[in-house]
């Protein structure tokens, strides 16, 4: 690996231990401290960032799980009944968003892609504002500089160069200022099937040479729509990092606690411009790419019993109630609260307000613009003429 | 005032931005220590740094794609594509990025990025180096586009882009690099509007519109059209998105008959634009249909027949004669 100014000892034992050095064939490693067994295990590098995770810690990792991913049934709901155009499900991707939403800091910035509604819950972004894109009424509401949380992108890979760029440019706003203002690091959050896009080549080429604090987070959730993780590529997905010179991890993406420890240690390291790393959280999308998709065409229903085993939220469920760290009022609590939020989620989408199409001539261009004037001004006139035939009709 | 190149015009633009915004920097392929192909950015990356003037990566997706991030983060960055063909690599962060990012955020957003483009032929060039593929851009919202024919606009047009707060397109016209003009570095006079066109040479009997390469051709036409008595206002479009049709139309209204002529293929082209424009606006004015000249359907032809492609002063005066026999 690359670097060289790792903590006494990481860079080695990484190399060790993680899924860095595999080689086709090879057995894959994977970081993982919380196993589907609920049972804590240990880790010679991570384990050490894990008992930063205080039980409270722990119990919040829990509730914005559960949180999300009622939300995301709630989501799902809106859209059979109509209320919703499309619906993008995370549902099994709890882990890999709350256990890395949760260890960025403030300063630092997301660029997610446009399932990381756990991402966006933890960022403190109004998930109704999410919902808006997928009613059609705006294609990102919130104020991105609000909670340093971009706006969802579309096209796939396209924000991680937007990532790279923003490192460059907290590299060079340390450069520029004497304030004390924290260091900062940027996340792209891009899956298995954008991994082939050129774009992230290219935003890994970038990143390694100008060493930005920039953090891949691939979330290898198996399936890009209908084609399985293996015809995107045939060495485990961590290993990419390699070739551009920085540190890449695989990290049990259903396991919160690894994943919140390993991110945890690549902020830092970002952060104290050691240069980017790439991690790719293992999990899986149980439910379908979208609303609109049919997964019983494409894979076996034990691929994803399979998976279901492996559950986020059961394993720190168990974990949880086998070390006394939460009883069942905790459990019924969340599970109200995850009730509050969809009921407001729900009523919030009803009440969502068709824009007027005046608001998007006004934001094509951030100066005055005289095609925008001069079309504006002939929508304008034909639609009084709707208006004065009404009056002429009353 | 001083003479000097539009090459060298562009790199005291530059400078000029560089010296007066902090948050302003350059990135590309080969433009600092070789001060790039053309040597436009010749001599910066001395005076600013290597973090100021970016040698890149070899990867266009790449330039634009990061400059976007910087612009998220506060900065002003100026790309610099190598060629005019080798832009597309980077055509779907251009079109589905950059120029929607100020909408898609509801105006919350600002991405003021520049990017530079060497274009057009006429320089016996090899594949890709010779191409104007402004028209791409120009009906892709969000963007503006922007062409300079002399070293006094190119020395103001490329300060008042890297200033506006909008995405822009700046088209260099390559095989005009080495013309001579004289550049107020105090005043920017009628340069201060980077979007407005200007009436380089007044008359009567038609209006000649080009922009960027051919407007030097364009006056050289109308010069030869006083041999035979005719009287030809030419137009410097300088700004392609927007595009200043008020001027266009009211030197129409005056002379009657209208020429437009850009190097790039005149199907899906700006030249159709003005003319339907123009058609709307001014039909009565008309005194001849709107005569496009530019390049025909097809992949810009091998160096030695590019003659044959490009519109040249005879090409004009054939149109000039076609519309005058109405």
């Not at chain 2, 006079?189 to 000649?208: W, Y």
């Not at chain 2, 606006?281 to 490009?310: C, S, T």
Request: aromatic residues 8%; hydrophobic residues 40%.
């Amino acid at each position: 690996m690359g670097s060289t100014q790792l903590p006494p000892g990481t860079e080695e034992t990484l190399a060790a231990t993680s899924a860095a050095a595999a080689a086709p064939g090879e057995p894959v490693e994977m970081v993982q401290l919380l196993g589907p067994d609920g049972k804590l295990g240990t880790d010679p590098v991570f384990s050490d960032y894990a008992k930063r995770i205080d039980p409270e810690k722990l119990r919040v990792f829990y509730t914005d799980m559960a949180r999300i991913r009622r939300f995301d049934q709630e989501s799902t709901a809106l859209q059979r009944q109509g209320e919703l155009a499309l619906w993008v499900p995370l549902t099994g991707q709890e882990a890999a968003q709350i256990g890395s939403g949760h260890a960025s800091q403030p300063q630092d910035y997301i660029f997610p892609t446009y399932r990381e509604h756990g991402v966006a819950l933890v960022r403190n972004v109004d998930l109704a504002e999410l919902l808006k894109q997928f009613r059609g009424v705006s294609n990102g509401g919130w104020d991105p500089r609000e909670n340093n949380f971009h706006l969802y992108t579309l096209v796939l890979a396209a924000q991680t160069l937007h990532a790279v760029g923003y490192a460059m440019g907290i590299q060079r706003d340390q450069k520029l200022s004497d304030s004390n203002d924290p260091k900062a690091a940027v996340i792209a959050y891009f899956g298995d099937g954008a991994s082939s896009e050129g774009d992230v080549h290219e935003s890994m080429v970038f990143a390694a040479s100008y060493n930005a604090p920039v953090v891949f987070f691939c979330q290898n959730n198996h399936w890009a729509i209908s084609v399985p993780t293996e015809v995107q590529t045939k060495v485990p997905l961590a290993n990419r990092a390699k070739g551009y010179g920085f540190p890449g991890i695989r990290v049990d993406g259903n396991d919160v606690i690894a994943v919140h420890a390993v991110t945890e240690w690549a902020l830092e390291h970002a952060r104290e411009g050691r240069g980017p790393v790439l991690i790719e959280a293992y999990t899986y999308r149980v439910g379908a790419h979208t609303t609109a998709d049919d997964p019983t065409k494409y894979r076996e229903s034990a691929e994803e019993a399979a998976w279901r085993e492996k559950d986020p939220l059961d394993r720190l469920e168990k974990y949880l109630r086998n070390e006394g760290l939460a009883d069942e009022a905790f459990f019924d609590q969340v599970k109200a609260d995850g009730d509050e939020l969809a009921k407001y989620v729900r009523s919030t989408t009803h009440g969502l307000e068709v824009p007027d199409i005046r608001g998007a001539f006004a934001s094509v261009y951030a100066e005055q613009h005289p095609l925008i004037a001069e079309e504006l001004a002939w929508f304008e006139e034909y639609s009084a003429g709707f208006e004065s035939d009404e009056e002429t009709a009353n | 005032m001083a003479t000097m190149t539009i090459a060298k015009a562009i790199n005291e633009g530059l400078r000029a931005s560089l010296t007066s915004n902090p948050k302003s920097l350059l990135m590309g392929e080969d433009i600092g220590h070789l001060g790039g192909v053309y040597r436009v950015t010749d001599g910066l990356i001395k005076e600013f740094g290597d973090e100021r003037v970016v040698d890149t990566p070899l990867a266009e997706s790449g330039i634009v794609g990061t400059a976007i991030g910087l612009a998220l983060r506060g900065y002003s960055p100026v790309c610099e594509i190598q060629f005019d063909g080798f832009v597309y690599p980077a055509f779907n962060q251009i079109t589905t990025q950059l120029a929607k990012i100020h909408s898609r955020s509801l105006g919350k957003l600002t991405v003021p990025v520049v990017i530079r483009i060497p274009y057009g032929g006429g320089i016996g060039s090899i594949e890709h180096h010779s191409e104007s593929p402004e028209a791409l851009f120009a009906h892709t919202a969000g963007l503006r586009i922007i062409s300079p024919s002399n070293a006094h606009d190119a020395y103001w047009m490329i300060q008042k882009a890297i200033e506006c707060q909008d995405p822009v397109i700046f088209f260099e016209p390559k095989r005009r690099y080495w013309l001579k003009g004289e550049v107020d570095v105090e005043n920017a006079g009628l340069s201060e509007d980077p979007f407005k066109a200007h009436v380089v040479r007044e008359g009567t009997d038609a209006t000649i519109v080009a922009y960027g390469p051919l407007v030097p051709v364009a006056l050289a036409a109308a010069n030869a059209a006083t041999e035979d008595g005719r009287s030809i206002e030419v137009i410097d479009l300088r700004s392609i998105s927007p595009l200043d049709f008020d001027t266009v139309e009211a030197s129409v209204k005056k002379t009657g008959r209208l020429i437009v002529a850009h190097e790039a293929p005149t199907f899906g082209g700006i030249g159709g634009e003005i003319a339907a424009r123009i058609s709307e606006r001014a039909f009565l004015h008309l005194e001849a249909p709107v005569i496009r000249v530019g390049g025909f359907h097809m992949p810009y032809p091998v160096a030695k027949v590019e003659e044959d492609y490009l519109p040249d002063i005879d090409k004009i005066l054939e149109a000039l004669d076609r519309s005058l026999a109405y």
